[in-house]
């Protein structure tokens, strides 16, 4: 069974950081292309970004570009996000996502963490 489960968010104030994990299980990580995904209130889902199997191939959405930077560690079958000069715009539940390859379609998606960027 796949699973994903998110852990680091909370609340923090606008300019400051966090670092959020997803564990993978039920598949081979390392083969696998990943995602971030996030949903604020009335929102759609936005793409953040995407990691492929080398971490040195990542994507970002413009709106996070130069201020979140993902990554992963294949041996511990963990993708994290590191979001640095948090704004109150990046306030959602954010989602890991095992992703297709060539494709952005998604396969299986975690419960989501919320990160809330307030004063």
């Known amino acids: 069974e796949v699973q994903l489960v998110e852990s680091g968010g909370g609340l923090v104030q606008p300019g400051g950081s966090l670092r959020l994990s997803c564990v993978a299980s039920?598949?081979?990580?390392?083969?696998?292309?990943m995602s971030w995904v996030r949903q604020s209130p009335g929102k759609g889902l936005e793409w953040v970004s995407s990691i492929f199997t080398d971490s040195r191939n990542t994507l970002y959405a413009d709106s996070v570009k130069g201020r979140f930077a993902g990554s992963r560690d294949n041996a511990k079958n963990t993708l994290y996000l590191e979001m640095n000069n948090l704004k109150p715009d990046d306030t959602a539940v954010y989602f890991c996502?095992?992703?297709?390859?060539?494709?952005?379609?998604?396969?299986?998606w975690g419960q989501g963490t919320q990160v809330t960027v307030s004063s």
């Open positions: 996502a095992k992703r297709q390859v060539y494709y952005a379609i998604y396969d299986a």
């Open positions: 039920g598949f081979t990580f390392s083969s696998a292309a």
